[in-house]
Every structure is written in C-alpha cells, then in structure tokens.
C-alpha cells in the first residue's frame, strides 16, 4: 500500500466533488473513490438540473397553450417529447462532460469503483485495491426508499430517475407522494399531456411547508386537472405491464384508481449499502442517516460525512457547503464557522413555486418565539396581474422589537428567485427598515415584497 492520502472521498456528487477541490487547493493529497457507471452525481445526473429543465419547458408550454389570456393566437402548443428528451440529454451531457474533466483534471487520484471501509484508516475497492487515509468524507448520497406500503415492493413503478428520461407522454400516472419530487414531477406528467392522480397520506402535500402555502399549490394542481387525494391510507396496490391499481382510503371512503404506470416519490434514504461503516466505528442516526457534529465529524472525528448521506436535508447547496467545511476543518482552516441552520433556504419548483428562507411561523410558533407577520397577495399587484400570475402571496416574518428579519415564505410566478432579495439581508441580520431604504424598482415582481415590509415597519412603529 502507498503512502496514506490526506483526505478519500467516497461519493463524487455535490458533497464529495467540493470537498477534494477545497483540499486540492489546499494543496492535499485527495482521492476520490466513485462507482457510478456515470460520473457527476445526482444533481447533475438525474436530480436538480434535468428535473429543471424539463419543468422549464412544460413552464414554456404552459404559457403557450394559455396564449388566448394575452390575446395571443397559438394554435396548438404540445410537448415533442423525443425533443424534449434530447434537450434534456444535451445541457445534461454538457453539464456532467464539464464535471468529468474537473475530476480527471488530475488534481485528484479517481478511483471508478466502490469503496467499502475495512477498519478506521483503510478502504478496500471493489477490485481489491486498498487505500488508506488520514481523513475520510462519506458522500454516497441517497437512494430511492420503498416503504412498506401494501403491494408496493411486488408492483413495477418508476422512480425519479424514470420520469426524467421519458421520450414519449405516459397515458396515464399514479403519483405516490406529495412531496418535492412528487410534486415537481407531477406537474410535469401533466403538462406533458399525462392523466395524473396524486395520492398523499398526510392532509396536504408539501408538508414540511404551510398549510397556507400548500393550500395556494394544491388548488393550482387541480384547477390543471390533477386528481389530487390528500389524508389517505393506502390499502392495495396491485398490477404488472398492463397497469396498476391502486385502493385507498379518503374521508372514510374507499377509493380505486387505475393507470398505466405507477410513480414511486415516497421518498429517499441514505445510501450507506456495503459501506462497511461498523468496521470503522462510524455511527448512524435513528432514521438512518451518518450522525455528524456542526463541523461533520462521524463519530470518529477523522471521518467526515456530508450531503444526503448525514442531512438533515437533501439540498445542494448544503451538500455543497457541507463537503467544503469538512474539508476546511479537516485541514484546519482558521475562521472557519459552522453551517448556519437558521438560513434554511427552500425552493419547490411546481408552478407556482414555492420557496421559504429562515425561520418560518410553524417553528417559531413551537419555540414560544414572539414575532410579527404581514402578507401580500399577488391577485393585488401591479406586475403579476399584467403577467396573469395570480396565484399566491409573499410573507414576511420579523422580529418584534427592531424589525429584525427572521424569515419569509413566497408562493406565487419566480418565488424561487423572489425569495433571494432576503438572502443577503437575513445574512446581514439586516431589519425590515433596512429593506425599506433600499431601492426597488418599478413595475416589478419584487417590488411587491415592499407592501409586507411596510405593513412591519408601521407595526414596530418609529
Ligand atoms: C428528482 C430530484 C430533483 C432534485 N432537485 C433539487 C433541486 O432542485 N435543488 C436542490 O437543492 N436539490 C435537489 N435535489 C436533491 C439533490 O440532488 C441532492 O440533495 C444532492 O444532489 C445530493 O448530493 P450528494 O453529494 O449528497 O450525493 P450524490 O450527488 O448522489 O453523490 C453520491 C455519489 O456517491 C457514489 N457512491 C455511492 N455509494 C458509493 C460507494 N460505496 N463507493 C463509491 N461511490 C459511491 C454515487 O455513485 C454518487 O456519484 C433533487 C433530487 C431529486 C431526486
């Protein structure tokens, strides 16, 4: 065996890519071990960016086939999906090309194959090899779960990972979920010209989000002909290559539904298979996932985790953050601060989109965290009602005394961009009278965040 590397990867994805380039440029010395047959982790591959792509083009789509609300004659606007689908191949195939050459740059020793830990400092690969390290980063990500629903684990169904790579328009979906992916993916099904039923157990989908705000997406859904089931029990699921049943209970009523295909978007659980982590002393959470301390740490501080491995959510940006803090903390970078929970910034790219910052009222109700509120619907704004993007509300969340903000939650056309006018100021700790001395500019989306701002500031008073 050579000399130990000074940092191995397991998990060339958002966390474990990050890592090694910070160590690299750290001048360490990095391997990064990576079975996928292709490389560029999920987000690349088969999460964010071909999930967005496709929800962009049915965006386009949606608007053209509602060309008459603007006066405008499109006859017929529909999805070519072999089009589509060669799109989506291309900007991907960019995409993970671009992140190929940053592994192959030979800043890092790559390893294409799995790594599985034989004791805290070595891991054995598939083909034999061994290495041995002085610090480790698990960021083998996370896998699609198959809960014990009824029937489900003896059905066909699709994932994720199936959705995104159709070519052709599916006649029919039974969608399991009413979560980010479900959603997401739901509309897109639809819009692709799909029959959709959506079956959610809990009272509304996008349940870690506001009843509110649920309610704003969930009435969009069905006025585009999704048949939307909230607060249900599956009791069977049944079918094979003909098609699916699936029975359920809502309201106390037994409810059948056929399609052809069936959507698993139950969810997602760390992927931690053949890892070997109890020969490394690593351990894991109640719900699965590596445990880790605010710098990443496992439980044996030279071994790292980060991403949809450890959570505690399954969102790039964290992945990212978490991967480059592992890594500067591994190597002893001074000043260095842990990640800062409180930010939590969420985007859900249905239309409308959703997207929340910071604290919302639901925890700081659960806290006994006093706090102020004010909304502003978008059916009342200048700029959308010219857009016809009626759908939903702004809100702002500020602390009592000062105004300082705590957080926001936007339902409504850009959201997902909208919600990063408070990204800086909620960095900044910056308050709602610091938001109101900025400049915002006429006719636009935006401006309509100073009508909440407004409502605050005359709350606090002078
Ligand atoms: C459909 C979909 C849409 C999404 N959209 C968004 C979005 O819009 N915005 C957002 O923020 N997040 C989104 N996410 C979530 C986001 O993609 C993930 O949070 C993020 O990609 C996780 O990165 P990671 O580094 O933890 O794991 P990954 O990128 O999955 O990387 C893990 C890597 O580990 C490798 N690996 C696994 N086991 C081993 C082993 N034993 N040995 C060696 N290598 C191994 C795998 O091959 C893989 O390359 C989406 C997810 C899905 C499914």
């Given at each position: 065996m050579k000399k130990p590397y000074d940092l191995i990867v397991i998990g060339g994805g958002s966390a474990g890519f990050n890592a090694a380039r910070v160590a690299a440029g750290l001048g360490k010395r990095v391997a990064i071990v990576d079975g996928a047959r292709?490389?560029?982790?999920?987000?690349?591959?088969?999460?964010c960016m071909p999930s967005k792509t496709l929800l962009y083009c049915t965006e386009v789509l949606h608007l053209a086939q509602k060309g008459s609300v603007f006066g405008l004659k499109i006859p017929s606007a529909r999805a070519d999906m072999k089009a589509v689908h060669r799109r989506k191949k291309r900007i991907i195939g960019e995409f993970a090309d671009y992140r190929l050459k940053a592994l192959e740059s030979g800043r890092y020793d790559l390893f294409r194959t799995h790594a599985r830990f034989l004791d805290e400092r070595t891991v054995e690969l598939s083909d034999g090899r061994r290495l041995r390290g002085k610090h480790f980063l698990i960021a083998t990500g996370s896998k699609v779960s198959v809960p014990p629903v009824p029937g489900l684990a003896e059905t066909p169904f699709w994932t994720s990972d199936d959705v995104l790579d159709l070519d052709f328009t599916p006649p029919s979906v039974i969608v399991l979920g009413g979560g980010i992916v479900a959603c997401e993916l739901a509309q897109f099904l639809r819009r692709i010209g799909s029959r959709v039923t959506l079956i959610q157990r809990?009272?509304?989908?996008?349940?870690?989000?506001?009843d509110e705000a649920s309610a704003v997406v969930q009435q969009a859904f069905r006025d585009e002909g999704i048949d939307l089931h909230t607060d249900t029990k599956i009791l069977g699921i049944a079918g094979g290559k003909a098609g699916v049943t699936v029975t359920f209970l809502s309201g106390g009523k037994r409810i059948v539904r056929r399609a052809k295909h069936l959507f698993n978007a139950l969810g997602r659980e760390p992927n931690?298979?053949?890892?070997?982590l109890e020969n490394a002393g690593v351990k894991v959470t109640d719900d699965g996932r590596v445990a880790v301390n605010r710098w990443q740490q496992t439980s044996r501080p030279h071994i790292y985790a980060g991403g949809d491995v450890c959570g505690p959510h399954d969102i790039v940006h964290l992945a990212v953050a978490q991967g480059e803090l592992a890594a500067r903390h591994a190597f002893g970078v001074k000043g260095i601060k842990p990640i800062?929970?409180?930010?939590l910034l969420n985007v859900v790219f249905t239309d409308p989109p959703l997207a929340t910052i910071g604290l919302q009222e639901r925890e700081l109700d659960e806290a006994g965290t006093p706090y102020l509120v004010a909304s502003y619907p978008f059916n009342d704004h200048g700029k959308s009602i010219l857009m016809d993007a009626n759908y939903g509300y702004v809100k702002v969340i500020a602390e009592?005394?000062?105004?300082?903000i705590l957080g926001a939650e936007i339902v409504g056309r850009e959201a997902g961009e909208l919600i990063h006018c408070f990204s800086g100021p909620l960095a900044m700790k910056a308050t709602v009278f610091d938001l109101l001395r900025a400049p915002w500019y006429h006719p636009?989306?935006?401006?309509?965040?100073?009508y909440p701002l407004e409502e605050l500031a005359e709350k606090i008073g002078p």
């Open positions: 292709e490389l560029g982790g999920l987000c690349i591959l088969r999460g809990s009272p509304n989908i996008l349940r870690d989000h506001s931690l298979d053949g890892l070997g800062d929970y409180s930010l009592p005394k000062r105004g300082r636009t989306l935006a401006e309509i965040l100073t």
